[in-house]
């Protein structure tokens, strides 16, 4: 396929909704040349996307490794997959060829990226050190707490949504009361949860980008860990209660209380 940059750069539709700030500066702009390469010789969008996730996985796993360069290198295709990780979005919509399999597959992929990689590093830390038993206790519940919200919390809830828009169920605006007072206070929990929604998932991811490469330089690592744990439990604790609130304000269950209006 005859395609330019230029017709791949007007096919993204890159916004703060879609992409984190690390990923609009760097990383989208960077993987444009796989894009092209797809294009230019046929490569279909799941081969891409499978093509990052055996690139991911095989750094994922070498991140595990005590030997440093064994465990640099595994670094490097780490952030190589994520260098590609639009280029299979740029084929589906360059040819046309979107899926709902494509979506799913591509998702799965995001997950092997982001979820394993703290645990990765706390491994490799262990090898160096034993002592550092409570590293890998903090790295198996950071582990624990991403795979939660990322999957059964924030995942499983965008995919229901996008299907209930798909069928026309969901038309953006849950119910809410007359009350006043409970109906000011579902309005800031809408919000906020639209803000957890957009924005929680980018701002950790550019957190686990941007830090490993410096702390790694500078030993830190340890600490890397031990601060991803922690975030991903708060995160964990703020998507649940955020999602509980959400389904209080579109059940709209309040309306059975006798001090409601209605």
């Known amino acids: 396929m005859k395609v330019s940059f230029e017709q791949i750069r007007n096919c993204r539709q890159i916004t703060p909704d879609n992409a984190s700030f690390l990923s609009r500066i760097f990383f989208v702009p960077a993987g444009l040349p796989f894009s092209y390469f797809c294009l230019r010789f046929g490569i279909g969008a799941n081969t891409a996307t499978l093509t990052r996730g055996v690139i991911g996985v095989t750094g994922i796993f070498m991140l595990c490794t005590p030997v440093a360069e064994i465990f640099y290198i595994g670094l490097f295709l780490w952030y190589l997959g994520t260098v590609l990780d639009r280029a299979d979005g740029d084929v589906a919509r360059m040819t046309d060829s979107g899926s709902h399999a494509g979506k799913c597959l591509d998702g799965i992929t995001d997950l092997t990226f982001e979820i394993p990689v703290v645990f ?132 709209d269950v309040h309306k059975k209380s006798a001090t409601a209006t209605t």
């Open 120 to 251: 990765a590093i706390a491994c490799h830390v262990w090898f160096l050190d034993e002592s550092q038993g409570g590293l890998l206790i903090a790295a198996g519940l950071s582990l624990f707490a991403c795979s939660l919200w990322r999957i059964v919390v924030f995942r499983a809830a965008l995919a229901t949504k996008n299907v209930e828009i798909a069928q026309g169920l969901n038309n953006g605006e849950p119910r809410r009361a007359e009350h006043p007072r409970i109906d000011a206070f579902l309005r800031k929990t809408l919000l906020l949860d639209e803000f957890v929604e957009k924005r929680l998932a980018f701002y950790l991811w550019d957190l686990r980008l941007g830090l490993i490469l410096p702390l790694a330089i500078f030993e830190g690592l340890t600490l890397y860990v031990y601060a991803m744990a922690a975030i991903d439990i708060l995160a964990m604790i703020a998507v649940i209660v955020f999602r509980l609130l959400r389904l209080f304000a579109n059940d």
